[in-house]
């Protein structure tokens, strides 16, 4: 008998502990149309969920490659591209740490770049192979949120 109760114990600490992992983000699935993008491409992401901070979800499509931004009513921004033939919305942001950018003929595949903007905000910036996710815009206090954000990306 003790050992069933030991098992449910577990499980109950399993599965309270795997619902707290993600505490302040929220599931946000992304789907772009064949007709936008050449194919189907469905993209999930834990966003954080600001309360009365509210939040709109803009694709962005062309012919180097497609994105999306989620802003918040706050202004902070998370993003996500794949086209490297534009500027992320963080190109402004790589002055406040000295960065010149990436070099259009020896790119570094693999790079991460933050940094606090002139009003006290934070920005990030990871850059995998062709792809950029980031956020900027971020006050303090929800920092740690964006930062658990950008690494659910799939």
């Not at 993003?79 to 740490?97: R, S, V």
């Not at 940094?115 to 206090?141: H, M, R, T």
Request: glycine share 10%; hydrophobic share 35%; charged share 25%.
């Amino acid at each position: 008998m003790k050992r069933q109760h030991f098992i449910f114990a577990l499980f109950l600490l399993t599965i309270i502990g795997c619902g707290s992992i993600n505490t302040g983000l929220e599931k946000e699935k992304i789907v772009f149309k064949p007709e936008d993008t050449g194919i189907r491409k469905t993209y999930t992401i834990r966003v954080p969920d600001l309360g009365e901070n509210e939040k709109t979800i803009f694709q962005e499509f062309g012919g180097h490659g497609h994105g999306f931004r989620v802003v918040y009513a706050d202004s902070s921004i998370i993003y996500y591209t794949n086209d490297d033939a534009i500027a992320t919305p963080n190109f402004k942001n790589y002055e406040t740490i000295g960065w010149l950018g990436f070099d259009l003929l020896n790119k570094k595949k693999d790079t991460i770049v933050h940094g606090q903007q002139d009003n006290g905000l934070f920005w990030k910036e990871i850059k995998v192979g062709e792809e950029f996710i980031g956020y900027l815009n971020v006050s303090p206090a929800d920092k740690e949120l964006f930062d658990e954000s950008i690494k659910t990306l799939k």
